[in-house]
């Protein structure tokens, strides 16, 4: 057995498998414990690795469980696939690339972060990351309808981890009952688009689509609750309670959760509707993308706790991504030149996005550890005692707010020129928008970290600077090389995006 | 080329040509203020003037963080007043927000295919 | 007409729960109403595997008087069935975490109505 051709099922069993094994190994050592789940999360990091090199050296990598052969999705004696297949494109390795980075240096910051019960939160953990996994390489539209129902239970108990406080569970309940609505409605639409073609792999779906009146239902409810997974404005609510009352790296992790909805909205958008998409779709999600934008910038200027208001920056930093995505889908309908610049955009901001607002959770994160109080209005003169996490929280803001040479200045000057070609308006609003982030970030940077001595603390510890520093390496050499960036990682994405009929025919086979 | 650069549709971006910038200017920066007096007095001529008054210590002097930009929320009252009726927190709302968003795309979408 | 008397349950429970979700104030009849619709989609799922006459898939265990000739066009499709079993057990796991969170709730805050859990907002 070749351990190369059973990478995609590995990457998803070794955490399933570690996440019930750690509550067994805590019972009997803590140190154990968390030598177990950092070596299986680094093996599985390991893994992925090969897989996305894989992805972008031989193209889309195929996996049928349960078949004889890994790579038969078509049983012999049917015509469509019938099998659980997971199919890996550029896009599904490019996400699966982001969550297992974060999800890395979320455990290390955690091993000094979570100080009780520590077996539970690493099951959770580990659940999590396998249901942002199995939602990225899953090729079966009801497989990832399971992984999106695994991903939020996990997450809202993370969320509600910190029990002592009541909002937590506050926050938790909102999450867990509007996840579950948005995946009843996801199951709804997969229940029509079953009754109609016999169908639930994603590629013979698209393959088969017919646009008929049943279809464009199945294709509101669908778009309509990944959209609310991914926290679009008006639906983002959900997202500051949620970001803002989890507990220390947990903030960071729940930012790959939501953008593996978003990779499933576009999974819906570019790959299963694809061409016969109905055209209000892009100008919805721009829309969606300029109200994000505007709400979360002007809404985190006037928040008080730390958390909350990167929570508001993060939905703004959303909006940016919805921003692009929608104008690069309006030019993929309508084959304009800019299209890949704009999807060029959109994908380089979400790993920035996931970097910068990920840096500046973890900070927020080491200030609460360090302090115990949440509040900015009661801190204040931190940088005398933490210098460290001082200047990594700067490195944090000059990138989330877009400041050259950082790399959400690269990815955000792609989105407004790009975005320009549509209407210079757009552009307008994002540029602005993007200064007023600034001017928020500002606010925590003044409030918490300058002026006189006036909380005592000390540094934080070591394994949590360390995944802070990880984080700004990765920002600044991102900022510094975008192009190789973009060339050897975000390319690979935004051609999956583009060439459908290259994952159709990838399970279909020859003659679609 | 040596510096690599990033193609976008109006020209390029390079960040390391920024960052050569940069370092210029704060080298002419230092030969400036390198440049400087001297004899530059401290003490009584450093003092803030607050009207003949003792300056406040500089704990009761620290601009806390929902002051700090109170001049622009006051500006933009209306604005902030509809956005945290907006936020209401009800878990309601939240679940009516998501219903009306999917209800609108729906008669939008409908409405155009009649249309 | 008759065939859709199921399709029209499915409309009506969803309907019942997201009116309970969208008016209720109390969290345990959101969860309620979230339980409804999600029996609702359940029904849905069920609905479309049905087929007039039709027997279970296990051909170890045929009806005596079935010839394999009917199996094509009277043996019940498995897929609908398995969806509905894991969408149940996944229904159970998010409605015992919502219960113990709002247990932790009313804890905390003494009430489960939702115009007062609302210490998060603006």
């Known amino acids: 057995m070749n351990i190369m051709d059973h990478l995609p099922a590995l990457v998803i069993a070794i955490p399933l498998l570690t996440a019930f094994l750690t509550p067994l190994i805590d019972r009997v050592s803590r140190k154990a414990r968390n030598a177990v789940v950092f070596i299986a999360l680094a093996l599985t990091f390991i893994l992925a690795i090969l897989l996305v090199q894989d992805v972008f050296d031989n193209g889309i990598q195929i996996y049928v469980m349960g078949a004889s052969s890994t790579t038969q999705t078509i049983p012999t004696q049917a015509a469509v696939p019938i099998r659980i297949v997971l199919e890996i494109d550029g896009l599904s390795a490019f996400m699966v690339l982001i969550s297992v980075l974060i999800s890395l240096l979320g455990l290390i910051y955690s091993f000094s972060d979570i100080k009780e019960r520590g077996g539970r939160f690493y099951t959770l953990f580990l659940l999590m990351l396998v249901g942002m996994l199995g939602m990225e390489l899953t090729g079966d539209l009801f497989n990832l309808f399971v992984f999106l129902e695994v991903t939020s239970i996990a997450a809202a108990a993370l969320i509600a981890y910190e029990f002592r406080r009541g909002s937590t569970s506050e926050a938790a309940l909102k999450y867990i009952i509007i996840s579950s609505i948005g995946a009843l409605f996801v199951l709804f639409s997969i229940g029509l688009l079953y009754g109609e073609y016999d169908l639930l792999n994603m590629a013979a779906i698209a393959q088969a689509m017919q646009s008929t009146h049943i279809d464009k239902i199945a294709l509101v409810l669908l778009f309509s609750a990944f959209a609310l997974k991914a926290g679009a404005a008006p639906m983002h609510m959900w997202l500051p309670d949620a970001y803002g009352e989890a507990p220390g790296a947990i903030s960071m992790v729940l930012i790959p959760t939501t953008a593996a909805s978003m990779y499933a909205l576009f999974r819906v958008c570019f790959t299963i509707y694809n061409e016969s998409l109905h055209a209000i779709i892009p100008a919805v999600i721009i829309i969606f993308g300029l109200l994000s934008i505007f709400i979360g910038v002007t809404m985190a200027l006037v928040q008080d706790d730390i958390k909350r208001l990167i929570s508001f920056a993060a939905v703004a930093e959303v909006g940016y991504i919805l921003l692009a995505m929608g104008v690069g889908l309006y030019g993929f309908l309508n084959s304009e030149e800019y299209t890949v610049t704009a999807l060029r955009g959109g994908m380089f901001h979400l790993f920035n996005d996931v970097l910068d607002i990920g840096l500046l959770f973890l900070v927020a994160g080491g200030v609460i550890y360090a302090t115990g109080e949440r509040s900015l209005n009661k801190l204040g003169g931190l940088a005398h005692s933490m210098k460290y996490t001082s200047v990594l929280f700067l490195v944090g803001l000059a990138a989330a707010a877009g400041l050259p040479p950082m790399n959400g200045f690269a990815s955000k000057i792609i989105i407004y020129e790009s975005v320009y070609k549509v209407s210079p308006i757009l552009s307008i609003i994002a540029i602005l928008a993007s200064i007023m982030m600034l001017a928020v970030f500002i606010k925590i940077f003044q409030a918490v970290f300058t002026g006189p001595k006036l909380t005592e603390c000390r540094e934080v510890p070591k394994p949590m600077l360390a995944s802070m520093i990880a984080l700004a390496a990765l920002i600044i050499f991102f900022g510094l090389f975008p192009d190789m960036v973009i060339e050897h990682l975000v390319d690979p994405a935004v051609n999956a995006l583009m060439n459908y009929g290259a994952y159709i025919q990838a399970v279909m086979g020859v003659g679609t | ?115 | 007409m008759i065939y859709n008397i199921p399709f029209f349950t499915v409309v009506a429970l969803i309907a019942i729960g997201m009116y309970a979700m969208l008016f209720k104030r109390n969290l345990i009849k959101m969860a309620i109403g979230l339980t409804i619709v999600e029996s609702g989609v359940n029904l849905f799922l069920i609905t479309l595997g049905y087929r007039k006459g039709g027997f279970a898939p296990i051909f170890t265990d045929l009806p005596p008087d079935v010839s394999p000739a009917d199996i094509p066009g009277k043996m019940v499709l498995p897929v609908p069935q398995a969806l509905t079993l894991t969408s149940i057990v996944i229904g159970v796991a998010v409605l015992a975490l919502i219960l113990s969170l709002a247990i932790n709730i009313y804890r905390h805050y003494g009430t489960l109505e939702s115009e007062k859990v609302r210490r998060l907002r603006e």
Do not use: C
């Not at chain 2, 400036?32 to 003949?52: L, M």
């Open chain 2, 1 to 115: 080329m040596i510096l690599m650069m990033l193609k976008t549709i109006g020209g390029f971006w390079d960040p390391l040509i920024l960052v050569l910038a940069a370092i210029v200017v704060a080298i002419i920066a230092y030969i400036i203020r390198a440049a400087g007096r001297r004899n530059h007095k401290t003490g009584e001529q450093a003092k803030p003037f607050f009207s003949g008054v003792a300056e406040p210590s500089k704990e009761a002097m620290h601009v806390r963080a929902s002051n700090l930009y109170w001049g622009f929320t006051e500006a933009l009252k209306g604005y902030y007043t509809s956005m945290k009726k907006m936020h209401s927190g009800m878990l309601n709302d939240y679940i009516g927000w998501f219903v009306g968003i999917a209800a609108l795309i729906f008669v939008v979408l409908f409405v155009m295919e009649v249309l």
